[in-house]
């Protein structure tokens, strides 16, 4: 199983809204990341947590706050965002060492007005 | 930084092959992915090569590795409509504790009848 669920599909809010896009794993992986992703590009990565620790945050905006309660679950929370925040937010997960892989989930989009 | 390229575009007869290639700068690389995006979805992992690797085969799929002209390519056997999207090739390196992806901006895929 390399399954890695996301919620909820969709989001629409305004820029005086908070809310959190939530991302789980059950594949005991120890690595959780993530990404936004625009039209036709690439993702673009936001941050990593790693054994449940934020190892890396890519210089992303504090109206933009990650959460790893458990080694199962990844949150990100959402407040104050600008229409330009909209995007395609996705989450992966890795097992842990040098040479694994990342597994995505479906993804969130999300629409700010 | 790293630099991983591919070509944006490519228009496939359903039933023939299509080639996908990516090139990249940097000779560490050391695992090197190929994803599938359908239109509103997540990333799909397809395969995987190691860098010690020329050729990994997977059903229609066939990865060549040529790593003295840091190239990489993703050939789709019987191409059918299913196959339409977009392709990212990705690298990582094993001295990324993280395992951070460097990724191309993506080929599109379209198959016609």
């Known amino acids: 199983d390399t399954e890695v669920t996301q919620t909820p599909k969709h989001l629409v809010m305004g820029m005086t809204n908070k809310k959190s896009l939530k991302c789980e794993q059950h594949?005991?992986?120890?690595?959780m990341y993530w990404y936004k992703q625009k039209a036709k590009k690439p993702p673009e990565l936001m941050f990593v947590?790693?054994?449940?620790?934020?190892?890396i945050n890519e210089s992303v905006p504090s109206r933009f706050s990650p959460e790893c309660p458990n080694s199962s679950l990844l949150n990100l929370h959402l407040h104050a965002l600008q229409p330009e925040d909209s995007a395609l937010y996705l989450c992966?997960?890795?097992?842990?060492?040098?040479?694994?892989?990342?597994?995505f989930g479906p993804g969130t989009r999300l629409t700010v007005l | 930084g790293e630099d991983v390229e591919q070509s944006l575009f490519l228009s496939v007869r359903e039933g023939d092959s299509s080639v996908i290639n990516c090139t990249y700068t940097?000779?560490?690389?050391?695992?090197l992915y190929w994803y599938k995006q359908e239109p509103g979805a997540g990333l799909q992992l397809l395969t995987y090569i190691f860098s010690n690797m020329d050729m990994k085969q997977d059903q229609r799929l066939t990865v060549l590795l040529n790593k003295k002209d840091k190239h990489l390519s993703l050939r789709i056997a019987d191409t059918q409509t299913g196959d339409s999207a977009i392709y990212f090739c990705?690298?990582?390196?094993?001295?990324?504790?993280?395992?951070?992806?460097?990724f191309g901006a993506g080929t599109q895929v379209v198959v016609t009848p």
């Open positions: 594949m005991g992986h120890r690595a």
């Open positions: 947590y790693s054994y449940e620790k934020l190892s």
């Open positions: 940097d000779s560490s690389s050391t695992y």
């Open positions: 992966a997960s890795r097992k842990g060492g040098g040479t694994d892989t990342q597994y």
């Open positions: 990705a690298v990582s390196f094993s001295t990324d504790s993280w395992g951070k992806l460097q």
